[in-house]
């Protein structure tokens, strides 16, 4: 039904796979700048307030917020009643409101469906309402831009207007967990999460955007829970979503295998994804629109996903960078003190065509992955990290899902085989013992040996064709680690 109403507005169109495909315009992807907090007296003392984390008075609120609901008397709008929260004890009761009908569709895909029988008396715990024609005038409103993303943690409302980009719905959800569920002894999570056959092992993947959270949970040999929010309770995970939301630039099928055929499903909705008009065959290895096109599906797209969304505890723990300098090893094993350090780092780095102007590698550091996320002070959540892998013995690993044998344009990137067959090292505990040298820049400790995947790939200060040019990036790299971390929340962070 939503199908239909999306080309009857004129949203959307269908392409030859049978997903439905909209445009999002000016916004391509997140607005973090435009995001506030709204200054009230329940939340105030409790958020980390930094250039990330801006205030916005209630005033501005409550004149925008009427300025929506003008909009809703007017207009028709879409509501679609969700949960966020796989584990019923934590579950969240969402109301999303869009302008938009293939909104309310990625709502649905992206959030837990509940059944006929739940909907009736549903009463919403929060409320988000995305109104992209809704703009705000920044003299009056006191926001930066047109655009605006007001979180009011004491109303329990989201109102989101001036942008298309719909990944914003599911990740001010994200926002509001960050904050609500620390308070119940729960660790929110930028990661994505899979479980080994028997159930028994889980694997959780942190990384920031790009660095292959959602395609190497995707894994044949084992089920997915989810590819990009959880929880970690006293039983065990959970995931927030009940569906995934894929990079589709340059997929190929024989590297990803399951995405790419959620990607071309019937209820799949596409986001920017140049297509021939003709045919209506799409056309993933254009950067027409953006370089970050996407698919939102539901998670049982995936075949083996767990559909309850829950599992128990992790036994390994990955942090994934794309390091474009290409001089972070492929596998590395972290003691305490470098699991804190490279969780608060929150590494990964960008390269040329990702946006325009940048032509060398330039690192983003997102604190505890998930910097445009964090509502409490970055230290909440890796001392709940921390804390967790302790207790239950969990391993944690650093992968440089990145470049090697040089830097970006002179290296290529790591492939997804060569990072799937570390993965499958990792989860199958193959590295657990396997004898280690340390890299004498980072102090890292490298596995000797990997199955498949060449000695001469894990040492990257082997695959660099001029070994003092490696040792200066190397220890350059290191010193903007060492100068991000003192200056955590002193700056503005970067979109992750
Ligand atoms: P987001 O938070 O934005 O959803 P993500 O962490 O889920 O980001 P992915 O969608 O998994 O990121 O994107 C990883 C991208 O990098 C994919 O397009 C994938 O094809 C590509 N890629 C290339 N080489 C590798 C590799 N060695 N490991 C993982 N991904 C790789
Ligand atoms: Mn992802």
Known sequence: MLYEHAIRRDEAAIVSTGALTAETGRHTGRSPKDKFFVKEPTSQGAIWWHPGNQPISSTSFEGLLKRMDEFCASHDVYTQDVYACADPRYRLHVRVITELAWHSLFARNLFIRPTADDLLGFEPDFTVVALPSVNADPQHDGTRSETFILVNLGRRMVIIGGTEYAGEIKKSI????????????????HCSANVGAGASEVTLFFGLSGTGKTTLSADPDRRLIGDDEHGWSDTGVFNFE???????????????????????????????????????????DSEEKTENTRAAYPVDLIPNAILSGTCGHPSNVIFLSADAFGVLPPVSRLDDEQI?????????????????????????????????????????????LIERVNQRHAQVW????????????????????????????????????????????????????????????????????????????????RGMFEENVQNIGKTSSSSG
């Not at 190929?252 to 071309?264: C, D, L, N, T």
């Not at 960008?350 to 983003?364: F, N, S």
């Not at 992968?399 to 090697?404: A, C, D, Q």
Request: with cysteine; aromatic share 10%; hydrophobic share 40%.
């Open 174 to 189: 994200f926002t509001v967990l960050n904050y609500l569920l620390p308070a119940r002894g729960v660790f929110p999570m």
């Open 242 to 284: 009940g569906g995934c939301y894929a990079k589709t630039i340059r997929i190929r099928k024989e590297s990803e295998p399951e995405i790419f055929a959620a990607v071309e499903s019937f209820g799949t909705i596409l986001e920017n994804v140049a297509y021939d008009p003709r045919t209506r065959v799409p056309d993933y």
């Open 340 to 384: 804190r350090h490279y969780f608060l780092s929150g590494y990964t780095a960008k390269v040329a065509g990702t946006e325009r102007g940048v032509t060398e590698p330039e690192p983003i550091f997102s604190t505890c992955f998930a910097a445009p996320f964090l509502v409490l002070p970055p230290d909440t959540y890796a001392d709940m």
């Open 398 to 477: 650093m992968l440089n899902t990145g470049w090697v044998g040089g830097p970006y344009g002179v290296g290529q990137r790591m492939s997804i085989a060569h990072t799937r067959s570390i993965v499958r090292a990792v989860v199958k505990g193959e590295l657990r013992d396997m004898p280690t040298h340390v890299d004498p820049v980072f102090g890292l400790r490298i596995p000797d040996m990997v199955p498949d995947v060449p000695a001469e790939v894990l040492d990257p200060r082997r695959t660099w064709p001029d070994q003092t040019a490696y040792d200066r990036q190397a220890r350059s790299l």
